[in-house]
């Protein structure tokens, strides 16, 4: 396998910047959504994972976002008592708190991501599939916690 490259200091700069610009036109669209609600990219988030991971826990979900209980229990909060989530005691362990997406969240959950899988989708398309699995590298190198990495290894949907 050949070593890769040198990167130049222009390179890397372009590189973050491009994250910069990628992330703000991602987001756009979902953000003036969610405001509708007086929701943000915290509560995104929540929706995302939780419809993504129907009956995870509050601490598996604590896990992904890597945010204070706190913050966790401010958005969640908002997100329940407006009928987005349901909290369900564990079946097991009652004091454990199962989340899943009421049939509202599941449509605010399809509604905020259908621009950003149009995208993503577009992208691909465009860029072929050898930069879409290097994409994917990137990506994966970026993530700085190994077991973070370890779940795209086992990743099937």
Do not use: C, W
């Given at each position: ?21 990628g ?6 669209e ?10 943000g990219?915290a ?17 598996e ?15 969640l909060g ?21 989340l ?11 509604d905020?991501?259908e ?5 993503v989708a ?11 699995e ?24």
């Open positions: 396998m050949a070593s890769p490259p040198s990167l130049r200091e222009t390179e890397l700069r372009q590189g973050i910047e491009l994250l910069f610009y992330y703000r036109d991602f987001t756009h979902p953000d003036a959504m969610l405001a509708k609600y007086g929701f990219r509560h995104h988030r929540v929706i995302y994972f939780v419809g993504r991971h129907p009956g995870m826990s509050v601490t979900l604590l896990g992904i976002l890597r945010i204070t209980k706190q913050s966790l229990s401010r958005v908002q997100l329940v008592r407006q009928g987005f989530v349901l909290q369900t005691p564990g079946s097991r362990d009652r004091r454990q708190r199962l899943e997406l009421t049939k509202n969240g599941l449509a605010l959950e399809r905020l991501s621009n950003q899988r149009r995208r577009r992208a691909y398309r465009e860029a072929g599939p050898d930069a879409v290097g994409f994917r590298k990137v990506m994966l190198a970026i993530i700085g916690d190994v077991a973070d990495r370890r779940h795209f290894d086992r990743e099937t949907k």
